[in-house]
């Protein structure tokens, strides 16, 4: 699927909800507002809190269900919500760059969905460009909003590739992240040297040489 782009055409916004990727999404109510989401979360989250016995009673603790639900909410998994998507507009790649654009090192925070834990790296971008650029801090505003979900790393490095793909109007797009999880670090094996990488070649960056090119650009 490739996005029709016009000039200064406003929000381009990927449509994502025929992907198997996002199961999770089709058991949910997408016609909840945030506060009522807030309203049950907080609820749920204040139950949990009782079951492990912790006193809601105490001043310390008392507002953290209404904080947790509406930090799940409005920030962490945000990007739940398609709607929120960041509003991209493209340019005419007036110069003719035709190369490469390698943008690296955008912080990466998500969670896990086995554990709800941190997942904290590094994700490497880069696309070639055709009729149409974009602002670079845009590629750092898709990389936010696919990570504003549950995830598994496998799955965020394909969704943040399509997005780019679909914005661009390109296929020649790779992604490459390395992560560390806490579910690794903090419980289990509790192994706190170990990371993750995940990648993505599509279009030309399935070429050995482009490839090559673009790993040696971010390691
Ligand atoms: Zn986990």
Redesign the pocket.
Known sequence: MKAALTGGSPAHVPQHTSRPAMPMLHSLPHDQSDDEKIAAIRHHFAKIMEALGLDLGDASLRDTPQRVAKMFVKEVFSGLDQRNFPAITTFPNTHGYGEMLVERNISLHTF??????P?IGKVHVAYFPGDRIVGLSKLNRIVKHYARRPQ?QERLTVQIAEGMQEVLGTTDVAVYIEAD????AAR?VEDTKSSTVTSFFGGRFKDPVERKDFLEAVQ
């Open positions: 896990c969905e086995h554990h709800f834990l997942i598994v999880h806490l579910c690794v289990g």
